[in-house]
């Protein structure tokens, strides 16, 4: 389900990624002392260390299904030092945990894998104490755009979102995120888009995010798409030139995630 | 050369626009008492207003190449009774001004409709004061997407970024504000993206930037695409109501402005 992948250089990218938006997704997320939150889908820790340090007062029990990401999830906590959170691994649609034992839920980079992310609202709905929040955070590969612009590189930005949808996710669920968090019963939403543009006057961004992240990212699919007949290894790889392309002097990168916050409503 | 047109009802939207985006678009835009100031293109005056009231000791030289819009920029600024705006029909690229004469330069929504936006630049540098600034505006109708997702409506948008292209400009322009200000010369260019993103909390939005503002500005272009053969009628009236369709309370709507900031270095 996860078309992202599981090899080493792909917990890099993950780190690069997180490392470049930290500031832009996470700044505004904190967590009162005594907290305890669910982060639900941690992956390898990306996120996790992040939120850890910002609330350190806070407890995080963060779950992920694949015990290899969990493995490297400690790995990068141990490293910190953090102490404040607790790896389990568990199933986000079979959470054994009892309704409304979270203070908070925590979401990022997750609902895009999921063949029901509606469901799974649904349920961390249910574990969340009345009155508590839920933030979700995702990105939306449709809101990638560019200069130069290239048709090669919607197209090899096209076979991600392929891919991903045969996996049965989403790869444009970031503008989805108001009406999945208010479908799930979630009151008070509101989310922010959080885009991050990209020209040369930024060159943390331009390698950090245009180069090593989202181009990074589509890279990573080449074999798999090839194989699957979505698309032919020539307009592929023109695409990624295209994407390199805009990382050049007069080169310009936009992309967008959407960070969502709502209540469960005091009854 | 102008593909909006110059009708009272787009005057309307031109007027609704500038209401509900002068926050975002224009709240850090305000000039020294004494500056002397071109509006290089005010058309309608949808800016003018704004600039002239939030630099009240700015003096405006607002010029337009249009008699009509001007005249109606002019009754714009008579009903708010401001006096700090002298208005003057001019081409852009044939301003009479001496050389170095202005502090500073605003540039809104203009760009777009050139067919050489890089020479325009470079002759409203050469009318700039070193250590003055120039302030560039542009939107990027390829920043356009929305929820749910629909091709009519993707459809329905490239008949207006391809009529535009027809006149000679560039509907994409945003992204390309800081390459082309770069390329002019402009030194310490510095763009930030202004994004509008709209669900149905913020119904402000709905009615005033995805109603009547983009989807009316679309829906202005029906007959000339048609006639033009850009698009079959059945398929247009189905991105417009796809457009609609983003307004009801599970829709989204993002678009995104780019406002660049640079100045004429001293020597």
Redesign the interface.
């Given at each position: 389900m996860y078309v992202h992948g599981y090899h080493p250089r792909e917990s890099e990218r993950l780190g690069d990624q997180a490392g470049t938006l930290v500031e832009l997704l996470h700044s505004d997320t904190a967590y009162p002392g005594g907290s305890v939150v669910l982060e639900a889908g941690c992956g390898v820790g990306a996120q996790t260390v992040t939120l850890a340090r910002q609330s350190p007062d806070a407890h995080f029990v963060s779950v992920d299904l694949s015990a290899e990401s969990l493995e490297e999830a400690g790995r990068a906590i141990d490293r910190t030092g953090i102490t404040n959170v607790t790896l389990r691994q568990e199933d986000i649609f079979a959470l054994p945990f009892d309704r409304e034992s979270f203070d908070h839920v925590f979401v990022c980079f997750v609902l895009e894998h999921l063949t029901r992310p509606a469901e799974a609202l649904g349920i961390l709905r249910g574990l969340l104490r009345p009155g508590g929040t839920i933030t979700v955070i995702e990105g939306?590969h449709?809101?990638a755009?560019?200069?130069p612009?290239s048709p090669a590189a919607h197209a090899a930005i096209r076979c991600q979102v392929e891919l991903q949808r045969r996996a049965g996710g989403d790869a444009?669920i970031g503008?989805?995120v108001?009406?999945l968090m208010?479908?799930a019963g979630f009151d008070a939403?509101?989310?922010?888009?959080r885009?991050v543009?990209v020209?040369?006057?930024r060159p943390h961004l331009v390698d950090g995010f245009t180069r090593r992240t989202f181009t990074a990212m589509i890279e990573g699919v080449r074999d798999t798409a090839i194989a699957a007949e979505i698309v032919e290894p020539a307009l592929f790889d023109a695409g990624v030139r295209d994407l390199h392309r805009t990382t050049e002097?007069?080169?310009?990168f936009?992309y967008?995630f959407f960070k969502g916050v709502g209540t469960r409503r005091r009854v």
């Open positions: 939306d449709g809101s755009y560019f200069h612009d444009l503008r989805q108001y009406p208010v479908d939403v509101r989310v922010s888009p885009m543009y020209d040369a006057s002097a007069d080169g310009v936009c967008t």
